[in-house]
């Protein structure tokens, strides 16, 4: 019901940016974007709510679709040599952008990374999604995940891990739960 209620207030005014977060982290290393691509790829794999696209045209029904494939839409943006004042104004334009353009909540992913490269060793990554898939709680439990898998990846161990407790069965129980006496 809380996607529900999130999928349609999206719908009611598509370009308010209403649920859409952008979270920032600053790097202060070299980043390997092809292994972070792969950290996110494993990531999205493991957890179906990152491949979650949203459907409403049938039946008069919202529905929740988890694509099999995972895709990581990493955008790559190189700063360096711009001043610090620069790069943040032209960060803040193509996050405001991001805002005012929104998701397309019926093509996953409804998540997208941009890391952006300032100097040699420094970064920044900022992670948008949309707060439907994700709330402050499991984003702490993904997060763990990348560091995790990323720091595998550089060390070139395997990435595979075991799967996380199916989204899909707790839906089952909540579904089966009486609303009133909720």
């Known amino acids: 019901p809380m996607q529900q209620g999130m999928l349609l207030h999206t719908l ?4 308010s940016g209403i649920y859409l977060m952008q979270d920032y982290y600053e790097i202060d290393s ?9 950290a996110w790829r494993e990531v999205a794999r493991r957890h179906p709510a990152l491949r979650a696209q949203f459907s409403w045209q049938q039946e008069g029904r919202m529905l929740q679709l988890i694509r099999r494939a995972p895709q990581v839409p990493l955008e790559q943006l190189d700063y360096r040599g ?7 104004r032209r960060l803040a334009e193509a996050l405001r952008r991001e805002r005012e353009r929104g998701f397309d909540m019926s093509s996953a992913p409804l998540w997208a990374l941009r890391l952006v490269q300032l100097d ?9 999604h949309h707060h439907i898939i994700m709330d402050g709680w499991s984003w702490g439990l993904v997060w763990l995940d990348v560091c ?35």
């Open 12 to 15: 009611l005014e598509p370009r």
């Open 30 to 38: 070299v980043v390997d974007a092809g292994k972070l691509a792969e």
């Open 82 to 88: 711009l001043d610090a004042a620069e790069q943040q």
């Open 120 to 128: 040699e060793a420094r970064y920044q990554l900022v992670i948008s």
């Open 148 to 182: 995790a898998l990323y720091r595998d990846a550089l060390d070139g161990k395997p990435l595979r891990r075991a799967a996380p407790p199916s989204y899909r069965d707790f839906i089952a129980w909540l579904s089966a739960k009486d609303p009133e006496e909720a």
